[in-house]
């Protein structure tokens, strides 16, 4: 079984920055991806960012510019450095991840709790 914990949300002004973490843990054979998703009031959720086992990046259109999605693979952890923060960027974020267990054959999808990003104007 594996967990995604996630953390560094919080409130911040217009402008601000902030820099959350997940960490996974568990029986983990390979990563080969991880991202962070958002879901806002009234919104599906939507994709944020992601990175590859071989660090290759993608970033919604909203975000690119201020946002940086990193990973440490040998603390299996997935990092997303927000910066310029607007009110439309808050949402709880979800930590995701495409994970290879060391009991499994195949690849499952898992998803940390979330963790609020609040904005304020």
């Known amino acids: 079984q594996v967990q995604l914990v996630e953390s560094g949300g919080g409130l911040v002004q217009a402008g601000g920055s902030l820099r959350l973490s997940c960490a996974a843990s568990?029986?983990?054979?390979?990563?080969?991806?991880m991202g962070w998703y958002r879901q806002a009031p009234g919104k599906q959720r939507e994709l944020v960012a992601a990175i590859t086992s071989g660090d290759t990046t993608t970033y919604t259109d909203s975000v690119k510019g201020r946002f940086t999605i990193s990973r440490d693979n040998a603390k299996n952890t997935v990092y997303l450095q927000m910066n310029s923060l607007k009110p439309e960027d808050t949402a709880v974020y979800y930590c995701?991840?495409?994970?290879?267990?060391?009991?499994?054959?195949?690849?499952?999808?898992?998803w940390g709790q979330g963790t609020q990003v609040t904005v304020s104007s």
């Open positions: 568990g029986n983990i054979f390979s990563i080969k991806a």
């Open positions: 995701n991840a495409d994970i290879r267990t060391t009991i499994g054959v195949f690849s499952n999808t898992y």
